[in-house]
């Protein structure tokens, strides 16, 4: 009992000490409440007899544990360390709740943002011991959570709509202050909600891509054998039809049965129209983050991603024309940007951009009733984009622009028409040899 007053009246603390220190201090609690005990009972049972001498050294070491006790104390509370990672008794990782704290130290000042766990980790319940009050770090473990949430909600509930109202409340908030800590956290936590919603999108096309080609196998298959490629139009018409009774009958049990859930979730369409409708909402996302970050002036972490997602690149050429123009529009966005300065935005991360990009502005469908970028829009991203070119080296210039040149030519596209940056480019080289 000794020992869990002691523990209560001196483990509450006011400042965040080293993990070593709070050891000590709290294995020398525990240690004096024990010799009071110690000592207690030894009264008792002697009543008024004279101590012995193993008595006074008790009682000596009893004095001398608490003074310890009361040392350490002095030196937590005037001589505070910060710990490096929240202390949390669930064990593991804190996932996304963890990560923020190291992002908002490292936000202004580096480029390279851990990812995240995955989503469903991040939604598990942290409980923190040396919590005694809010702090600036709680809040933004608070809006990191919150955004990690939308990533889980289904966009057709009522409480994704929640979810976003209230983080975009503390977004709001934190900028009222105008200050800027409150300001770092709105931009600490938009720059992990950017990377683990871009990872989750990346992870989801390469899914149903890999699943895709899966189900073609035979057809490449056929192809490969002698006169194969007459044979495979029937075997992939047959497979075409196969799949669309099937999917009737699925269709018809689903009716027959309205109560039955797919693996899916609560969406009751078909695997590729679940496909569309996830891709799509982390691609709405994905496009949502990055307006908050442009607003909030940290785009520039953006910029650092997207020029590190080749995957990403790579698999939105053959995506869907919804999550194909999602993409197309947060990269236009983010290529606009290019010109300003960033300390962050270095040559390579231009370079990088620009080579990633660019097939994707060539070669994209547009599908769709509304034009994903406005005549204007497209204007002043061109009118970036050469601005850029020109800023970069010569060998930088000819990659880009040779592999603008590939890919403008042989599509129907008339957007974005680099020709100002690629005859300036070869005048530079004439003057060259001039």
């Known amino acids: 009992m000794a020992t869990d007053l002691a523990i209560a009246q001196y483990g509450y603390k006011t400042n965040k000490p080293s993990g070593l220190l709070n050891d000590i201090f709290m294995y020398t609690v525990n240690m004096a409440a024990k010799t009071l005990v110690s000592v207690a009972q030894t009264s008792k049972t002697e009543g008024t007899e004279k101590w012995k001498t193993t008595d006074h050294l008790r009682f000596m070491i009893m004095l001398m544990t608490w003074l310890t006790v009361w040392v350490l104390r002095v030196l937590m509370d005037h001589f505070p360390l910060s710990s490096s990672l929240p202390f949390n008794p669930l064990g593991g990782s804190l996932s996304a709740l963890g990560s923020f704290d190291s992002i908002l130290s490292s936000v202004s000042s580096s480029s390279a943002l851990a990812l995240p766990s995955s989503a469903s980790s991040s939604l598990d319940l942290v409980l923190y011991e040396e919590v005694d009050a809010p702090s600036i770090k709680a809040l933004g473990r608070s809006l990191t959570h919150i955004l990690a949430l939308l990533n889980e909600i289904p966009a057709a509930s009522s409480k994704y709509l929640f979810a976003m109202t209230m983080a975009e409340r503390i977004m709001e908030g934190n900028a009222r202050h105008d200050h800027i800590e ?42 490969a054998l002698p006169f194969g490629s007459y044979v495979a139009p029937y075997v992939k018409g047959l497979s075409s039809c196969f799949n669309m009774v099937m999917s009737w009958v699925e269709a018809a049990e689903a009716f027959r049965l309205p109560k039955k859930r797919n693996n899916e979730g609560a969406f009751g369409g078909s695997a590729e129209e679940y496909a569309e409708v996830m891709g799509e ?43 194909q123009g999602l993409i197309v529009r947060i990269s236009a966005i983010l290529s606009g940007d290019l010109n300003q300065e960033y300390d962050e935005v270095t040559r390579e991360v231009k370079f990088k951009i620009l080579v990633l990009w660019l097939p994707l502005f060539c070669h994209a469908r547009n599908g769709l009733s509304y034009p994903i970028l406005t005549s204007y829009e497209k204007f002043e991203i061109e009118r970036t984009m050469n601005e850029v070119i020109s800023s970069l080296p010569a060998m930088d210039q000819e990659v880009i622009l040779t592999n603008w040149v590939q890919d403008f030519a042989i599509t129907a596209s008339d957007w974005p028409n680099l020709q100002p940056s690629y005859d300036r480019w070869c005048q530079s080289a004439r003057q060259l040899v001039a």
């Open 182 to 223: 409150l300001l770092q956290v709105n931009r600490a936590a938009l720059s992990s909600a950017f990377a683990r919603t871009s990872s989750l999108l990346y992870r989801f096309m390469h899914n149903t891509q890999s699943q895709d080609d899966s189900n073609g196998w035979p057809v490449r298959t056929i192809k």
């Open 281 to 323: 909402k982390l691609a709405q996302e994905l496009l949502w983050i990055t307006n908050k970050l442009r607003v909030y002036g940290a785009v520039e972490q953006a910029l650092v991603q997207w020029s590190c997602s080749p995957g990403l690149a790579s698999l939105a050429l053959t995506a869907s024309p919804r999550v």
